[in-house]
């Protein structure tokens, strides 16, 4: 069982920054993928960032590539997701969540994640 707890969500302009934390509990986090997604009212979720076991391995959907950055502490059993040059249209729930499969491959396929988070709101207003 692993429990996830996003923080770092709320209002901001266009234009501004945002990182959203990801606490995760289990033994075996550094054997996790880790990934985001959001869900903007009326739409389906849909992928955002996904990051390696290590760290070493990042994939971002075309919407968010050099304005998002996935990150992971090991250590501290943390993801983050660094923000920057945020649009209104980056306005969603945010969630986070676990791939626990034993290959350890980065997806962006929703079905692959076992866990998630309950979410956390980010708006940016124009």
């Known amino acids: 069982q692993v429990q996830l707890v996003e923080s770092g969500g709320g209002l901001v302009q266009a234009g501004g920054s945002l990182r959203l934390s990801c606490a995760a509990s289990?033994?075996?986090?550094?054997?996790?993928?880790m990934g985001w997604f959001r869900q903007a009212p009326g739409k389906e979720r849909e992928f955002v960032a996904t990051?390696?076991?290590?760290?070493?391995?990042?994939y971002y959907a075309d919407s968010v590539k050099g304005r998002f950055t996935i990150s992971r502490d090991i250590a501290k059993k943390m993801v983050y997701l660094q923000m920057n040059s945020l649009k209104p249209e980056d306005t969603a729930v945010y969630y986070c969540?676990?791939?626990?499969?034993?290959?350890?491959?980065?997806?962006?396929?929703?079905?692959?994640?076992?866990?998630w988070g309950q979410g956390t709101q980010v708006t940016v207003s124009s």
């Open positions: 969540a676990v791939d626990q499969s034993p290959l350890g491959r980065v997806t962006m396929q929703e079905d692959s994640y076992d866990y």
């Open positions: 289990g033994r075996t986090f550094s054997s996790y993928v």
């Open positions: 990051i390696s076991r290590g760290g070493g391995s990042t």
